[in-house]
Every structure is written in C-alpha cells, then in structure tokens.
C-alpha cells in the first residue's frame, strides 16, 4: 500500500513504537537498537536515546497504543535512576556497559531530551514524570541557559565546573522543542518566551545566511563558519549547512506560534528556511546530509532523520498556508521513504543510505531509535500545537487496538 492515506501512516506509526520496545532495558533506559530491532547491550545507555524512546512511548499512551504506557514508564525509570548523576546533579551523557562505566559530559542536547521526555511524560499522566521534569527544567536553567544571550551553551565537565567553549544551534533547537513541550506541560510562560528568544534569533541568523543555518559559534557566540571542514560526516557537529536542521527549524516556528498564539507571525521564515533547505538538500532521489555555504553537496549520504523532517516540515506548511506544493512535496518523498528507508523486512527505517540508495553505516550504524520516523508518520494525524504531547493531548487517544497490531 502506497504511504498515502491515514490507516498506512496509523498502522506504520503503532509498528515504529512496537519496534522501539526491544530497547528497553530491564532496571530502566533504553539501549541502541541494530538493524534486526536487537538491543546493543555491548553499547552505553545514552540519556539522549533514552529520553527520546520514553517521549514516544509517552505520547503513544495518550494516542491509545496498548502498552506504550509501560514503556514510557521502563525509559523513565533510567532516567529517573540509572543515568541521574547522584554526585553531582543533571544526568550522564551515557552508562555502561559495564557497572562503573560512565561518560560523565554534561551535554545540553542529552539534558532537552529528558525535558522533553519529562514533559511528555506528565502530559502522559505518568508517575514520577512532573517531578523529573520540575528537576530536568532547573537543570536545564541553571546550568545551561546563558541568560546574557538568551541561549543555551552547550557542554560541561561531569562536575559542571569546566565550561566547553563551543556553542551550538544543534543543543539549542532541541531546547527549543523541549521548552515548547515544558509549556504545554506546566503553563508556565517563561518557557515559551525563551523558546521564541532562541527560535528568533537563529531565524535571523538564517536570513541574514541566504536561508542556510550557521551552526556553529565560540563561547562568545561569534560565528565559525569552518569549524569542522575536517569532518563532514560528524553525526552532531558536521561542517557546513545541514539541510535537515532548515526543515527542522521550518516545523518548530510553526509550532511556536500555535503555543505563542500569534499564527502567521515566522510563517514567512518557517517557508524561507524550508525552500532553501529542499532546494539544496532534494537532489531529486534523496536528501543529502550537509552542503557548503553555496549549497553544493559536502555530504551526500542520506539520513533517515532528515527525510522524516522533510516531510513533516511539509505536512506542517501545507496545513498553515494552504499551499499545495508543500502536499505535493510530502507526497513525493513519502513514496521515496516507504521505497528506500522503510525496512518492510525487519522494520523501523534505515538510518543511513549510500548515495545509491543502499543501506549504509559509516555514520549511523544500527537502528538507534524510532523518535524521527514516528513523529513523522503521525504528525499528519494530529492537531497543531507546540508540542507531540500537546497534541496528542488535544487528540485524545484515537489508535484503535487492531491499529496496533
């Protein structure tokens, strides 16, 4: 069945969430998954990972998914046990797999996921989330937020007292979405306003970039657009452009201005970064993965990610301009992601393709997590709002158990 219609994409989302659930790990957190769906026990438990399998079991419990509940409850009990750093506060970037091991880097973009599966959570109405999140947020204040620039540094030793220069756009779009779901979560308008502050500002950033996002900066914020020409392929701090981040971005302004209730306001914006990010991104049979500052391919390998922001990017524009293109657009590339990223044998997507469009793993091995394909493939199915769990708040639970079969 061509990926057109509401039962493929309710039927793919309860199979990506049924896929997730061999990650979790007995005592708490979710492990890498291979490509066969088998956890990586021989791996870290990585907080990132773990926050955003709980996220998705989280809004999957409120969308009607049997079970999901639980889940969200295994991934946050690693949370709230296994990777909290009982020392020193915040949570370990990763743990394991043997019992002392532990890389102990306090990351931004680790401590917005466990907001974001902290939030989710209590929206979820799950045990112990509002007072994991009350923790993750003063975290998240406290030790990250630079309230000078209304942003988000980036990296601090495990006993925070050692900041790392770099800055970056990546653990700052991230906070974004987590501060987005915080709010939905509390009320508390704070979050709102520093989301908008940090969407803003890397907006203008954009714009005043030909639409192409710089992601990286010094502690000082100050633009360093070369940092990494060295390693075009780095999963997190890739040199150049990163077309992904545009259509990402496109989403997020969109959802912030439903949770700011000012719609239309970074439409404009939300559309620019989206036409660049297609436009130097879509090379006509996948997406590529970073160009350079005039667009030109720097890697070209596919990640599944950023076909998954693609269309999710498109879902979203069409629904708030009512432009047909961007149906159009959602239309081709899910036909080109059931053709080439759907694993219609082992299940879940792909993570990486070559430029052939075979699987590949330089970059991505394995099958670490569901968060990307599944927000994708429900998005369409529910209302606008700033936040998944918002929205599947707003939904109520509409997957039918046979869809989760």
């Avoid at 039927?11 to 005592?27: I, N």
């Avoid at 601090?156 to 779009?173: E, I, K, Q, T």
């Avoid at 009320?187 to 306003?193: A, D, M, Q, Y």
């Avoid at 009512?322 to 959602?330: I, L, T, Y």
């Amino acid at each position: 069945m061509a990926p057109l219609g509401s039962a493929w994409r309710r039927k793919h989302f309860c199979s990506l969430v049924d896929f997730g659930r061999a990650s979790l790990r007995d005592g708490g957190g979710a492990y890498w998954l291979d490509d066969d769906g088998r956890p990586e026990t021989g791996r870290p438990v990585e907080s990132w990972i773990t926050s955003r399998m709980a996220h998705v079991f989280g809004f999957a419990h409120v969308l009607g998914v049997p079970g999901a509940g639980e889940a969200a409850d295994r991934a946050l009990e690693g949370l709230t046990h296994y990777l909290g750093d009982e020392a020193h506060g915040g949570w370990f970037a990763a743990r394991g797999p043997g019992d002392h091991d532990v890389v102990g880097t306090k990351q931004a973009y680790a401590h917005a996921f466990v907001v974001l599966a902290a939030a989710t959570g209590t929206v979820a109405g799950r045990v112990g989330a509002a007072t994991l999140l009350d923790q993750a947020l003063t975290t998240l204040d406290e030790r990250f937020w630079e309230s000078e620039h209304r942003l988000h540094l980036d990296e601090r030793s495990a006993d925070w007292s050692v900041v790392d220069p770099y800055r970056g756009v990546n653990a700052n779009m991230h906070g974004v979405e987590a501060l987005l779901a915080a709010f939905d979560a509390t009320g508390v308008r704070e979050w709102l306003s520093r989301a908008e502050s940090i969407a803003d500002r890397v907006a203008g950033w954009a714009e005043s970039n030909s639409w192409r996002i710089p992601e990286h900066y010094d502690s000082r914020w100050h633009v360093e657009l070369e940092l990494n020409a060295d390693r075009p392929n780095d999963p997190f701090k890739p040199y150049g452009a990163t077309p992904g981040h545009g259509l990402e971005w496109a989403r997020l302004l969109l959802q912030l201005d439903v949770a700011a209730e000012t719609p239309g306001r970074r439409s404009g914006a939300a559309t620019a970064l989206f036409d660049r990010a297609a436009t130097d991104g879509w090379d006509g049979d996948g997406f590529v993965y970073t160009t350079d500052w005039d667009g030109r391919p720097v890697e070209p390998r596919r990640f599944h990610w950023v076909a998954a922001e693609a269309v999710a990017a498109a879902d979203v524009l069409h629904r708030v301009t009512g432009e047909e293109r961007f149906a159009a657009s959602a239309d081709e590339w899910w036909r080109w992601i059931d053709t080439h990223l759907v694993d219609h044998e082992r299940g879940s997507w792909h993570h990486e393709l070559d430029t052939d469009n075979r699987p590949s793993g330089r970059t991505w091995i394995g099958k670490p997590d569901v968060y990307h394909a599944a927000q994708a493939a429900i998005l369409p199915e529910l209302p606008l709002a700033g936040s998944f769990g918002g929205a599947a708040r707003a939904a109520g639970p509409i997957l039918a158990p046979s869809e989760a079969r």
